[in-house]
């Protein structure tokens, strides 16, 4: 798939891109079937290299949510297969550099009335080591349907040209955000999507999401990239 000039001009402006039918409809449904009853499965069992941090507030059945699952390519043949798809790796690689490596892959399982908000930050806050750069990009992809209601995503358009913001740690969270919890910003752009959307968006423009205070679950999942070379501990497969 390659972009047209639109496409990379809007990216280079904004810092993110929207592309509509990334993923087939079929290749959605066999992620829902791997992922049948995932948070009690990551209760009881958790495979060793999957890390999960956990909703604060559980579901009405007393029940642990998940807030996000680090590594999910390995709880999801599905997924493993969309992150080196050419659907995907070739827009990474028109968008960020022609080599791609894998950095990680996390699902978001925004569960309807508990999934948390995502107050407004940059990734390479997280990511920033002395041996890297914020060359690194994302992918969200939509496994449901995403809203304003049930939280998708928010952007500051053109906020990656401002640098790495000072972010504030929330110790319960290990988070890194910027000051303050989510509010709604006027200047902020907010993405709907349809299952099997991506929004591609740089490691440094600033996002953020409302919680989940609806009926209906906002599942999702960010693959990251990176270019090899970038950073000792942050490329864990060489795609391209
Ligand atoms: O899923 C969300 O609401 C936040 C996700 C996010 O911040 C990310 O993938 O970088």
């Known amino acids: ?12 402006d904004n810092g993110f891109l929207l592309k509509r039918g990334l993923v087939s409809a079929e290749d959605i449904g066999r992620i829902r079937q791997e992922l049948n009853d995932i948070h009690r499965r990551m209760v ?12 604060d507030e559980d579901a009405p059945d007393e029940r642990k949510v998940i807030r996000q699952l680090m590594h999910s390519e390995l709880v999801s043949p599905t997924l493993d297969g969309i992150l080196r798809s050419d659907a995907l790796v070739d827009i990474v690689a028109e968008l960020m550099h022609p080599q791609v490596a894998l950095y990680h892959s ?10 948390a908000a995502t107050p407004w930050h940059q990734d390479y806050a997280y990511w920033k080591r002395d041996e890297n750069r914020p060359m690194m990009i994302n992918c969200q992809m939509a496994i449901d ?5 049930n939280g998708c995503l928010e952007f500051i358009p053109g906020s990656h040209r401002w640098g790495l913001q000072d972010h504030e740690r929330h110790e319960e969270t290990f988070g890194m955000f ?10 902020g752009v907010t993405v709907p999507m349809e299952p099997g959307d991506g929004i591609f968006f740089t490691s440094l423009v600033i996002h953020g999401s409302a919680p989940n205070r609806s009926p209906h679950p906002r599942w999702a999942n960010t693959f990251a990239y990176n270019v090899p070379g970038n950073g000792a501990h942050q490329v864990r497969e ?3």
């Open 1 to 12: 798939m390659h972009l047209t000039s639109q496409e990379k001009e809007s990216y280079e």
């Open 145 to 149: 349907p995403m809203t304003l209601e």
């Open 238 to 240: 060489i795609l391209r």
């Open 106 to 115: 996390k699902l978001l399982p925004k569960e309807a009335g508990v999934g």
């Open 178 to 187: 910027l000051p303050g919890h989510y509010y709604k910003r006027d200047e």
């Open 44 to 55: 009881a069992d958790p495979p060793p290299e999957v890390h999960v941090a956990w909703e």
